[in-house]
């Protein structure tokens, strides 16, 4: 099914049930850790059809941050998916998302590791050099995923 298959009845039932589904999601993964923030679930509708949501929070925020995130994205749902049995918001710090088909994997795989910088001896010149480009990489990898989201965001805009 398509995200862009209506809610022929009962739309107002149909957003109350996912109302409830995404904020079970919300402080599921609000409660994450410094490594994860995510979670996904599923919930019946009117017997019918299977509805699928995921939300995400970047691991930087706080348990208050990413619910507030996630909270603020899921009143954008009537707005820009009224109706619909599929949708997505996304903001620089959180995105969430909804589908009557299954379109993450069930079984999550472990979490990545941090990036580390590689060590530089004491008293070596390259140390400031490395700083530096640690810094670099840390600006550009920011920048470009703020950078996506804002261009992902103004393309479910418009």
């Not at 017997?47 to 706080?62: E, R």
């Not at 590791?113 to 530096?132: D, I, Q």
């Not at 950078?147 to 992902?152: G, K």
Request: net charge positive; hydrophobic share 35%.
């Amino acid at each position: 099914m398509s995200s862009q298959v209506k809610v022929i009845t009962g739309v107002n039932q149909f957003h109350q049930s996912l109302n409830i589904l995404i904020n079970r999601l919300t402080n599921e993964a609000s409660s994450g850790d410094s490594n994860r923030k995510y979670a996904t679930g599923s919930m019946l509708w009117e017997n019918l059809i299977t509805v699928y949501a995921m939300v995400q929070c970047t691991p930087d925020l706080t348990f208050d941050q990413c619910n507030d995130c996630l909270t603020l994205a899921s009143g954008f749902i009537p707005s820009c998916c009224n109706g619909k049995i599929g949708g997505r918001v996304v903001s620089f710090s959180c995105q969430l998302r909804y589908e009557a088909y299954l379109f993450f994997e069930t079984s999550p795989s472990p979490p990545l590791p941090p990036p580390s910088s590689p060590p530089v001896p004491e008293g070596s010149s390259s140390g400031s050099a490395a700083r530096r480009t640690v810094y670099y990489n840390f600006i550009v990898r920011f920048a470009s995923r703020r950078v996506l989201s804002l261009l992902l965001c103004l393309c479910l805009i418009f």
